[in-house]
């Protein structure tokens, strides 16, 4: 198994702790209002939403991918940091094993925030992974991070 790791580093003028609850606390239904055509819904399978929970996204229709079962390996609401890991799930691509996120988002002395997010791609022996594809998806991710941004300086 191969480890690929990639890091992005988005800034915000949206203080951190309002953030983390967006892109952290609040995802599973804030998401799926402001971006229906990425997700259409999470279903919890197990859990409370703490470390060790089991959640299904079910991706929109503007997605190529149906869906991926996720688990949260660790939130820490004071540090602003959440880990979780893709287990399952077309968005895998049958190359995966699975791929972990961590997420820390640190405020700025200007108020805002800046979103820190490392994303490790664990291969299934030794498959190549297809850059372009790693691309896009943090490209969506952006685009979704944007969304939030933007839904939450329009209802302040």
């Known amino acids: 198994m191969v480890a690929i790791t990639y890091d992005v580093e988005i800034p915000s003028s949206i203080p951190a702790a309002k953030m983390f609850k967006a892109v952290v606390l609040d995802a599973d239904t804030l998401i799926p209002n402001i971006m229906p055509q990425a997700i259409k819904n999470v279903e919890i399978l197990e859990g409370d939403g703490g470390v060790g929970t089991v959640k299904i996204i079910h991706f929109g229709e503007g ?12 939130i820490d609401t004071e540090n602003l940091t959440h880990s979780y890991t893709i287990v399952e799930g077309d968005a895998l691509a049958g190359v995966l094993e699975s791929i972990t996120y961590h997420v820390k988002i640190v405020p700025t002395e200007d108020g805002g925030c800046i979103c820190k997010n490392r994303s490790i791609y664990h291969t299934k022996g030794d498959v190549e992974i297809n850059e372009e594809k790693i691309k896009e998806g943090k490209e969506k991710a952006l685009q979704m991070f944007k969304a939030i941004e933007a839904y939450l300086q329009a209802n302040a």
């Open 63 to 74: 997605s190529q991918y149906k869906s991926a079962k996720h688990r949260v390996d660790a």
